[in-house]
């Protein structure tokens, strides 16, 4: 599905101890846009929060296990059946921290759209065609924003 000519990109995040951390967001609110991400985090706190109904919940540790976030473009091509996963990364006041992601999305020419076979009558397409590298593009101007880029291709009806 991501095909030979994907994305694959690594990104290392540190934290640094903070001595305040209910007044320092170490990464805020958002969602990623990509395909799947794949978080390495560290064994003694993990900081990633995710957030249901309004109410941030930690996300636990589990040794020498792989976090898995569904992204955009998966919630896109499922029509909405996988929904993107909105996160952020605390701070804490105890250890600093490293962690690393890897982001998987698809080639930067290939068109992101509802997958056809999930698409009918009973379940209309629920978001615009766009090309991956215009939704990347998209996905860092909103960002900036402190806005959700996918909310840009949701069709309303």
Partial sequence: ???DTSLIQAGFNYYPQCAK???VVGLRPHTDGT???LNFIDSEFSGLQVQKNGVWYNVP???NALIVNTGDVMEIMS???FKSLVHRVVTNVEKERLSLVMFYTLDP???IEPLS???DDMRPGRYTRIKTKDYIAKFYDTFARGEWAIDTLK???
């Fill in 79 to 81: 029509n909405g059946f």
């Fill in 61 to 63: 540790i589990v040794p």
């Fill in 21 to 23: 951390p209910d007044h």
């Fill in 109 to 111: 020419e290939k068109e």
């Fill in 117 to 119: 076979e999930l698409v």
């Fill in 35 to 37: 395909m799947l991400t």
């Fill in 155 to 157: 069709i309303q009806g």
């Fill in 1 to 3: 599905m991501l095909g």
